[in-house]
Each structure stands twice: as structure tokens, then as C-alpha cells.
Nanobody, 124 residues
Framework: QVQLVESGGGLVQSGGSLRLSCSAS????????MAWFRQAPGRQRELVAA???????YYADSVKGRFTISRENAKSTVYLQMSSMAPEDTAVYYC??????????????????WGQGTLVTVSS
């Protein structure tokens, strides 16, 4: 059974940095695209960043130049390095996995594998 476990969330001041990790099990990690989504209170879940199995990248416009997604196949882990953080980055961040990078980008509601989420709070 697929398990995605996020870690690294917490409280950070505006302008600060944080690194999220997502450890995966129950999947062939190297063949899966991985992604980070976030959901702020009262808002829909949105795609933040994604990385394909061959390391194609996607970033939401709101995080370009500030966030970096990377993967370490030997550890079945995907990371999200967040810098120059702002209060509007406050959200629960979710890790997701799917064999199809395109599905993550175009049909995220059809993605089956999700983590439980980790809360990131940015104080002003």
C-alpha cells in the first residue's frame, strides 16, 4: 500500500526558509512523478511544484524563483525547499505521487496517492 509521509513543516518568519520532505513507500519511486500541493484555509488545494521521473519541473507562478522541488531516488524522498517565504505561503502542504506527470498537472483530482499533510505557517 502506498504511503507518503511529509515532514518539515512548522512556523517561520516572513522572509525565512523551510525545507519539506516526503518519504514514499509502497511505490516504485523512481518511476513516479512527485508533487507538492498546498491548501490554505478557505481555499482550494493548488499545485505548487512537480517533478517528473526524468526530472522535468513545474512551478506555480506564485512560487517561481522562491521554491525548489527536488528528488532523491535512492531515499525515495522528494523535497520542497522554500525561501523568501511570505504569509500567503501559509497552508497545509501535501505530497502526491503518480506515474503520470501530465496527470498531476492537468487532472490533479485523479491523483490517488497523497500524504497526510504538514502545516506551514509564515508569520508577518
Amino acid at each position: 500500500q502506498v504511503q507518503l509521509v511529509e515532514s518539515g513543516g512548522g512556523l517561520v518568519q516572513s522572509g525565512g526558509s523551510l525545507r519539506l520532505s516526503c518519504s514514499a513507500s509502497g511505490i516504485i519511486f523512481s518511476t513516479n512523478a512527485m508533487a507538492w500541493f498546498r491548501q490554505a484555509p478557505g481555499r482550494q488545494r493548488e499545485l505548487v511544484a512537480a517533478i517528473s521521473s526524468d526530472e522535468r519541473l513545474y512551478y506555480a507562478d506564485s512560487v517561481k524563483g522562491r521554491f525548489t522541488i527536488s528528488r532523491e531516488n535512492a531515499k525515495s524522498t522528494v523535497y520542497l525547499q522554500m525561501s523568501s517565504m511570505a504569509p500567503e505561503d501559509t497552508a497545509v502542504y501535501y505530497c502526491a505521487a503518480d506515474p503520470s506527470f501530465e496527470l498531476i498537472l492537468v487532472r490533479p483530482r485523479r491523483v490517488d496517492a497523497w500524504g497526510q499533510g504538514t502545516l506551514v505557517t509564515v508569520s508577518s
